[in-house]
């Protein structure tokens, strides 16, 4: 089992305190002969809806030394999760959580932005000092 963010139980407490449960902390997903990790499921009901909204969790703290070799890294991971979910979970939409300070800087540039959008990336942002999430980009 893959070793978890620093941030890994800010993300999970902020989605709490946000009326989110949580149903798998990692969430397994078996496809293939591979066993991948995603850091988090959670759904919360939704009064018009009786199922719900499903999501998986994949938190990064973007704290090493190279910000674009991170995100290289987290992009990969949720490209796999997703085609993974897809396969397994096709209810289940998948966020990548960031911090707002990665988001206000980083994932603002151009290119950056571009990437996002081209590659469909969800987000959350969360504050790690506050504990909460600060907004969810779709």
Do not use: C
């Amino acid at each position: 089992m893959p070793a978890r963010d620093i941030f890994h139980d800010t993300v999970k407490y902020a989605l709490i305190d946000e009326g989110w449960i949580i149903t798998a902390d990692p969430l397994l997903i078996r496809l293939a002969g591979l066993d991948l990790y995603v850091d988090l499921a959670a759904e919360k009901i939704v009064a018009a809806e009786k199922a719900g909204r499903k999501i998986a969790v994949e938190i990064k703290s973007f704290v090493g030394a190279s910000v674009i070799t991170e995100f290289h890294a987290a992009l990969g991971q949720f490209v796999n999760y997703r085609l993974a979910l897809q396969t397994q979970d096709p209810e289940r939409v998948l966020y990548l959580a960031v911090p707002v300070e990665t988001y206000d800087d980083f994932f603002q540039l151009p290119f950056t932005r571009m990437v996002v959008e081209e590659e469909r990336v969800k987000l959350i942002v969360y504050n790690a000092e506050q504990g909460v999430i600060v907004t969810w980009r779709e």
